[in-house]
Each structure stands twice: as structure tokens, then as C-alpha cells.
């Protein structure tokens, strides 16, 4: 989904403001939605919107860092 359409659900607007307001939090976190703005970053974030999902999820960093999904 396309950042600036984030502010068009409540649950997404509120964990991008949450992740821009606390650059210390790092991780993921998954949203049953069918679609999602965003303005100046201070936490970069991508939104990626999937079909369908298989656990386990592994997202990780070009550095090789793994992220914990955020509860």
C-alpha cells in the first residue's frame, strides 16, 4: 500500500505515528486490512500489503538484523 494513504486507517495511522515518535522501536508489525500516509520520516517504514500469509514471517535488514514482530 502506498504510504500516503496510511492516515485512511486508524490502526495504521496509529503504529506510524507510534514508530515515528520512538525511533528505538524496531520490528514489524502485521494488519489484517485490504489497503493504507505518511509525512516526514524519523523512523523509516515500509508498508507492504499481502494476499495471504504462511507463518513463520523472518523480515530482515540488509545488514542481516532480524525483526521481532510488534504485539
Known amino acids: ?3 500516503e ?6 490502526e495504521v495511522q496509529y ?3 507510534s514508530i515515528q515518535n520512538s525511533p ?4 514489524f508489525k502485521r494488519f489484517t486490512i485490504s489497503e493504507e ?3 516526514e520520516e524519523k523512523n523509516p517504514y ?11 514471517i ?7 538484523t532480524i525483526l521481532e514482530e510488534i504485539k
Open 37 to 39: 500516509k505518511l509525512n
Open 5 to 10: 494513504r496510511a492516515g485512511e486507517v486508524s
Open 24 to 27: 528505538d522501536i524496531k520490528g
Open 58 to 64: 523472518v523480515v530482515k535488514t540488509t545488514d542481516g
Open 15 to 17: 503504529y506510524v505515528n
Open 46 to 56: 515500509i508498508l507492504v500489503g499481502l494476499d495471504g500469509i504462511t507463518d513463520p
Open 1 to 3: 500500500m502506498e504510504k
